[in-house]
């Protein structure tokens, strides 16, 4: 992402994490929209995703952080709630294997918290990988 400073408001509602910048592409296939970031795969395949949200800061008092993938505009379950300590400077990161992975799926990552107050992301130094285990394009 480009965003430095990414606010994510205090509130029960989601908010799509912007991932607008492909950094290296060695899947041409899979389509990457900066500006809604998604990605789109044309084909059935088994992956790995690989996400990493960097602080921008610490951001003080014990909150639940919780992201969640939505694919073809229903949200995955369960999604990854991980605790942040009072004053945590960190990475929040986590790895989730895909089988099975439909075709034609566009994908987005999404983020809620439960802090009072504002969380901060860097999203310049956050990225979110997507590794195809499958050797090739298959039919659906």
């Known amino acids: 992402g480009t965003?430095?400073?990414?606010?994510?408001?205090q509130g029960s509602a989601y908010?799509?994490?912007?991932?607008?910048?492909?950094?290296?592409?060695?899947?041409?296939?899979?389509?990457?929209?900066p500006v809604n970031y998604t990605v789109t795969n044309p084909w059935a395949m088994d992956c790995v995703f690989f996400v990493?949200?960097?602080?921008?800061?610490?951001?003080?008092?014990?909150?639940?952080?919780?992201?969640?993938?939505?694919?073809?505009?229903t949200p995955v379950n369960p999604p990854y709630t991980q605790t942040i300590a009072n004053n945590e400077t960190q990475d929040i990161r986590i790895a989730r294997f895909v089988v099975n992975f439909p075709a034609n799926s566009t994908?987005?990552?999404?983020?809620?918290?439960?802090?009072?107050?504002?969380?901060?992301?860097?999203?310049?130094l956050s990225q979110w990988d997507i590794m195809r285990i499958s050797p090739a394009g298959r039919p659906s």
């Not at 965003?3 to 408001?9: C, L, V």
């Not at 994908?107 to 809620?112: C, D, S």
């Open 3 to 9: 965003d430095a400073a990414f606010s994510i408001p």
């Open 15 to 33: 908010v799509p994490l912007p991932f607008d910048v492909q950094v290296k592409d060695t899947d041409p296939d899979v389509i990457h929209d």
């Open 52 to 73: 990493n949200l960097r602080h921008a800061a610490a951001p003080g008092s014990t909150y639940d952080f919780t992201i969640r993938a939505v694919i073809n505009g």
């Open 107 to 124: 994908t987005k990552l999404e983020a809620v918290h439960n802090r009072n107050g504002a969380v901060i992301i860097n999203m310049a």
